[in-house]
């Protein structure tokens, strides 16, 4: 699946934006890289911050802005 497919399912999209993430953290790049961006990542942080597991993951990766994670302990942002 790639950003622009649509599942009707929203797990389906969170775990494809999970893995999309993890791997550009361990490799640092996929097939959709170019020139230094790559938008199947952007879509992936995107789409997790839409999940609470996918917020405690984007955190945890350090890619969270700071802002956001009093989200995570439930505070008002």
Do not use: K, Y
């Not at 599942?7 to 890289?33: I, K, Y």
């Not at 990766?61 to 942002?77: H, I, K, Q, T, V």
């Amino acid at each position: 699946m790639t950003g622009t497919d649509e599942s009707a399912r929203p797990v389906d999209r969170f775990e494809s934006a999970r893995l999309t993430a993890l791997q550009h953290v361990d490799e640092g790049t996929c097939f959709h890289c170019r020139d230094g961006e790559c938008p199947q990542h952007a879509w992936a942080i995107e789409e997790l911050t839409h999940h609470d597991g996918g917020r405690r993951l984007l955190c945890q990766l350090g890619l969270l802005p700071a802002a956001d994670n009093s989200a995570l302990r439930g505070e008002p942002r």
